[in-house]
């Protein structure tokens, strides 16, 4: 079965930018999406189709895939930005996560 | 505004069935995908399956064996089976409204709303 990688956690600190991997195999030859999640919330779809933003997402987030790697930047990290974020794609009919990571703003 | 309602029992004992239901409120009913996912405590997420209106599905490998998704056109709504439940499937459950399409040669599949979730605990 396909699988995502991620690191299990970043940090940052504010004003800085955050760089969140997800590694597979041939990942840039599928469309990836990103969700984030904030403590007893439910996710939120931040980035999909590798990098567009939904409505009401700031323009600091940001997301890039190629290659085996796909990645979610948030640039001027804010302390609001602190939450568990998880890639996603879609493999042989079935939704794939990645493992999740942390990003603590320090 | 598209809004999803999730309701079901929270408490179950081993080898018993989990059944959840999720409602969906404004928007097309007809256009999307509908997915189960589930988190449990301190864990990731995890894709249970999946329905679209005309009933066809897709579940997840590891728990195909176990999985049943089915739809209710009429009620706008869709539910999970899970059957001989144990621990290991405490978690919390999420319904979540799926949009996927194919874009120069390549499919994508995203969920862009979410239930609030129902947490579902296996104990004896």
């Known amino acids: 079965s396909y699988e995502l990688t991620q690191p299990p956690s970043v940090s940052v600190s504010p004003g800085q930018t955050a760089s969140i991997t997800c590694s597979g195999d041939k990942l840039g030859d599928k469309y990836v999406c990103w969700y984030q999640q904030k403590p007893g919330q439910s996710p939120v779809l931040v980035i999909y189709?590798?990098?567009k933003r939904p409505s009401g997402i700031p323009e600091r987030l940001s997301g890039s895939n190629s290659g085996n790697t796909a990645t979610l930047t948030i640039s001027g990290t804010q302390a609001m930005d602190e939450a568990d974020y998880y890639c996603q794609a879609w493999d042989s009919s079935t939704v794939v996560f990645g493992g999740g990571t942390k990003l603590t703003v320090l | 505004q598209v809004q999803l309602q999730q309701w079901g029992a929270g408490l179950l004992k081993p080898s018993e069935t989990l059944s959840l239901t999720c409602a969906v409120y404004g928007g097309s009913f007809s256009d999307y995908y509908w997915s189960w996912i589930r988190q449990s405590p301190g864990k990731g997420l995890e894709w249970i399956g999946e329905?679209?209106?005309?009933?066809?599905?897709n579940y997840s490998p590891s728990l195909k064996s176990r999985v049943t998704i089915s739809v209710d056109t009429s009620k706008n709504q869709f539910s999970l089976n899970l059957s001989s439940v144990t621990a290991a499937d405490t978690a919390v459950y999420y319904c979540a409204r799926g949009q996927g399409g194919t874009v120069t040669s390549y499919y994508y599949y995203y969920m862009d709303v979410w239930g609030k979730g129902t947490t579902v605990t296996v104990s004896s």
């Open positions: 329905i679209n209106h005309s009933g066809s599905t």
């Open positions: 189709q590798d990098m």
